[in-house]
C-alpha cells in the first residue's frame, strides 16, 4: 500500500519551498524546538528540514528509526552532527550556491561602511553632533588590500566585487583556486600570518569546524596592521569575540563587523553590541528574496530527491558512505524511494 512520506520542519521558508514539500508528502511543522518535543514529534519523519534553530545530534536521529535524509536550508551545517547521520545511514543535504550573491554583498557593505566610519558618524549624527563628521577620515577601497579567509563560493565572489573595485586580493585556503580565476582576479594564495600582516581588510569566509574554531584570536589579530578592520560573516565561534573587544580597545583593530555571533542570540552583555567602532547585524546577510528562495527550492528539491531515490545535488556527507552504513544497518537502501 502507498504510504506518503513525513516530512518534518523545524522551520517556515518561502512558499516556493514549502510548496514542493507539501506536494510531495505529509508536511508537518514542529510545534516547539526543545529536544523532547523533537524525539516526539520526528519518530515517524521520513525527512527533517531545519535551518539555523535545533540540534541535530545522535540522540535526535535515534528516536526517528525511519529518517532518510536531513535538509539544512542554508549553507553551515555545523548544528547537524554528520559522523552520526552517516553512521545512521541518514543522507544530509544543504544549499551551498544559494546565498552567495546575498553574503558576498553583505561582506562588502560592511567593508565600505566600516572604511568610512559609518558607525561612528552615524551615532555623532544621532546624538546631535555633526560637526564631528570631520574628526574621522575614511579612506577610499581602490589600491587597498583585502584579505579574504576562506575562497570558496562566498569569499570568490567577494573577491570579484572587490576586484571591481580596483581592490587587491590576497587570500588563504587550504586549496588554490584555479589558476585562471587567480589572474582574472589578480588574487595571490598566501599563508594566514602573510596575509593578516599585509590586508587593510580581511573577512571571513570559513566552514566552523575544529580547524576554524577561534581562528580569530588575540594572536592573530596582534598579527594584522595596527588600525585595520575584521569582518565576519561565516559563524561566529571562528572569532573570539572578547579578543576583538581587547583589540579595539588598544586601537589594534580600527573596527569590526559581523553578522554571526559566537552565541545565537547574542548575550545581552555581549562586548560588542553597542560598541560605536562596529557594525553589526542579526545573522541576516541571507534575507534577500532571491537568497531565500533560492535556499527554500534548493533544500526541498534535494529533499525530495532522496526521498525519489535519486541522489542529490548538494549531498553534506557522502552517499557511498550513507549507502554503506544502511546496509551494515539492514536498513533498505535509499534507491528504494517514494514514488512521489
Known amino acids: 500500500m502507498y504510504r506518503r512520506p513525513t516530512i518534518l520542519s523545524l522551520t517556515t521558508m518561502r512558499e516556493e519551498g514549502m510548496s514542493l514539500l507539501r506536494a510531495a508528502g505529509d508536511l508537518h511543522m514542529a510545534s516547539a524546538l526543545t529536544p523532547e518535543v523533537l524525539q516526539r514529534e520526528i519518530q515517524n519523519a521520513d525527512a527533517l528540514v531545519v535551518r539555523t534553530a535545533g540540534t541535530i545530534d545522535a540522540a535526535l536521529m535515534d528516536a526517528a528509526p525511519k529518517l532518510r535524509v ?17 553512521e545512521r545511514g541518514i543522507q544530509v543535504v544543504y544549499t551551498p550556491g544559494a546565498n552567495v550573491i546575498a553574503v558576498a554583498e553583505h561582506a562588502l557593505a560592511f567593508a565600505i561602511g566600516l572604511s568610512k566610519h559609518f558607525p561612528q558618524q ?3 549624527l544621532r546624538e546631535g553632533r555633526y560637526n564631528d563628521r570631520t574628526k574621522l577620515v575614511g579612506f577610499d577601497l ?4 583585502l584579505g579574504i579567509i576562506g575562497f570558496g563560493r562566498i569569499g570568490r ?23 585562471k580565476l587567480e589572474t582574472h582576479l589578480g588574487a595571490h594564495r598566501v599563508s594566514l600570518d602573510h596575509l593578516l600582516g599585509e590586508a587593510d581588510i580581511v573577512s571571513l569566509h570559513v566552514p566552523l569546524d575544529d580547524s576554524t574554531r577561534r581562528i580569530m584570536n588575540a594572536r592573530t589579530i596582534a598579527l594584522m596592521k595596527p588600525g585595520g578592520y575584521l569582518i565576519n ?7 573570539d569575540e572578547y579578543a576583538v573587544a581587547q583589540a579595539l580597545d588598544s ?13 545565537e542570540p547574542p548575550p545581552a552583555d555581549h562586548p560588542l553590541i553597542g560598541r560605536s567602532d562596529c557594525l553589526l547585524t542579526p545573522h541576516s546577510a541571507a534575507q534577500t528574496v532571491e537568497g531565500l528562495i533560492n535556499m ?13 531515490g535519486q541522489l542529490p545535488a548538494n549531498p553534506v556527507n557522502n552517499p557511498d558512505d550513507v549507502a554503506a552504513s544502511r546496509a551494515r544497518l539492514g536498513k533498505p537502501p535509499l534507491t528504494d524511494g517514494f514514488p512521489i
Do not use: F, S
Request: hydrophobic share 50%.
Open 122 to 124: 552615524m551615532l555623532a
Open 251 to 263: 586601537g589594534q583593530l580600527g573596527g569590526y563587523a559581523a553578522d554571526v555571533y559566537d552565541v
Open 233 to 239: 560573516t561565516c559563524r561566529g565561534p571562528v572569532v
Open 157 to 179: 565572489r567577494l573577491a570579484t566585487l572587490a576586484h571591481a573595485l580596483g581592490m587587491r586580493i590576497l587570500y588563504n585556503d587550504l586549496v588554490a583556486a584555479p589558476l
Open 296 to 308: 527554500a527550492r534548493g533544500v526541498a528539491e534535494d529533499v525530495i530527491a532522496v526521498l525519489r
Open 70 to 86: 536531513i535538509g539544512r536550508h542554508g549553507v553551515g551545517y555545523d548544528q547537524i552532527d554528520i559522523p552520526a547521520a552517516t
Open 142 to 145: 581602490p589600491g587597498r588590500t
